[in-house]
């Protein structure tokens, strides 16, 4: 079984760039302080390091 990530937005998204919103909505992320768990693969590793500036990530 695939393991999970907690991924926490820290960091306003307003403002940024546009490929980096996507990432956040294709996270599932939509308000500051919003959590959610992610599968842990590469796909999702690699939007979390685009927008690693905003985002807290806890492994489960």
Known sequence: MASKLRVTLIKS????K???????????IRKIHNTVEVEDTPCTRGMIA???YMVRVEEQ
């Open 13 to 16: 998204k307003h403002g940024r």
């Open 50 to 52: 685009k927008v690693s």
């Open 18 to 28: 546009a490929s980096h919103q996507a990432c956040l909505i294709g996270l599932g």
